[in-house]
């Protein structure tokens, strides 16, 4: 089956800093890839769907300027936190969708965790 | 919020009993997805219902959907400890291309 990987698993980082998460297809092509945000026994939130070579589109209350999404390649998606604070912690997981697919059927990797210290 | 609700968020059980999970959703959709997470760990597709159709299997899991109601469920039988997990449906509504994801139930098989 289709298989997407996310780095790195885990992350902790200080209040103030940067933090860039990978998310790859690593056996398909996929026109777009989707970032959520999961809090702890919480259901996934989606945050941006992500369009190779083009700007992404964020969800409603989602900050463009404080995430960013780079699709660059038709296998990798990178989501950069920036100025990371507490309130950012959180498991971020990605998917991605097979380009051409029948439906909307979604791979998703297996998530990062973010800690803000 | 168009998130859908499932019921009930949290199920315990015995091995070998059967669980069911209802999910309940609020717009008109394409598909429905249900999806299994273990803890701390991504999401695993398990089955898609189209909205033409009312029922479907996989294995030991069995899924039901009702477009009028807006409702559909998963049926685990015979589960197994590790069954244990958080379940998640997923609607994919018409036109917007873009998973909503319910409030998931979290089962808990013990053996």
């Known amino acids: 089956g289709a298989v997407v990987s996310q780095h790195p698993s885990r992350v902790i980082c200080k209040s103030g800093t940067s933090v860039k998460i990978e998310c790859r297809s690593l056996?398909?092509?996929?026109?777009?890839m989707f970032w959520y945000r999961q809090f702890p026994k919480k259901s996934l939130m989606l945050m941006a769907t992500?369009?190779?070579?083009?700007?992404?589109?964020?969800e409603q209350g989602v900050e463009k300027d404080k995430f960013l999404i780079n699709h660059a390649s038709l296998t990798l998606s990178t989501l950069t936190v920036t100025s990371a604070h507490p309130e950012d912690s959180s498991f971020y997981i990605c998917?991605?969708?097979?380009?051409?697919?029948?439906?909307?059927?979604?791979?998703f990797g297996p998530g990062t965790r973010l800690t803000v210290l | 919020s168009q998130q859908g609700e499932e019921d009930p968020q949290a199920l315990s059980i015995q091995e070998g009993e059967n669980a069911t999970m209802n999910c309940s959703y609020k717009?008109?959709?394409?598909?429905l997805q249900w999806y299994r997470q273990n803890s701390g760990r991504g999401l695993v597709h398990l089955i898609l219902?189209?909205?033409?159709?009312r029922e479907k299997h996989s294995g030991r899991l069995r899924v039901t959907l009702d477009t009028s109601k807006k409702s559909s469920s998963l049926l685990i039988t015979a589960s197994r400890a590790a069954d244990t997990a958080s379940y998640f449906c997923?609607?994919?509504?018409?036109?917007?291309?873009?998973?909503?994801f319910g409030t998931g139930t979290r089962l808990l098989v013990s053996p």
């Open positions: 998917s991605a969708r097979v380009a051409g697919g029948a439906y909307n059927e979604q791979f």
């Open positions: 056996d398909f092509q996929a026109t777009t």
């Open positions: 992500s369009n190779e070579g083009s700007k992404a589109t964020y």
């Open positions: 717009t008109s959709i394409n598909n």
């Open positions: 219902i189209r909205s033409n159709e």
């Open positions: 997923a609607t994919d509504d018409t036109g917007f291309q873009k998973l909503v």
